[in-house]
């Protein structure tokens, strides 16, 4: 995962820091482990402490334990 999580992390670092973004929403987050949530997000707290991360996974223990700002349902606003 090493290589992928730095792609990852490069990317963020240039929308955050390069373009001023100040936040971004991660999608299916679930489908990632929350151990590399837990070190991509250290490393983004590092260079861009303010920025709001959103994980569009309503599950609790994930965005907890990953530290996420809050997340996006996207279930919630889609009827059937």
């Known amino acids: 995962y090493t290589v992928a999580r730095q792609h990852v ?5 240039r929308l ?3 373009f001023g973004v100040d936040g971004l929403r991660m999608d ?3 489908k990632v482990p929350t151990e590399q949530w837990q070190l991509v ?8 402490p303010k920025a709001i991360m959103i994980s569009e996974n309503p599950v609790l223990p994930l965005v ?3 530290q996420f700002d809050g997340v996006w349902d996207f279930f ?3 009827s059937y």
Request: cysteine-free; hydrophobic content about 50%; aromatic content about 12%.
């Open 76 to 78: 919630f606003h889609v």
């Open 16 to 18: 955050l820091l390069d």
């Open 41 to 48: 997000m250290s490393e983004v707290r590092r260079f861009a």
């Open 64 to 66: 907890q334990k990953a």
């Open 28 to 30: 299916w987050t679930e």
């Open 9 to 13: 992390i490069g990317g963020m670092k």
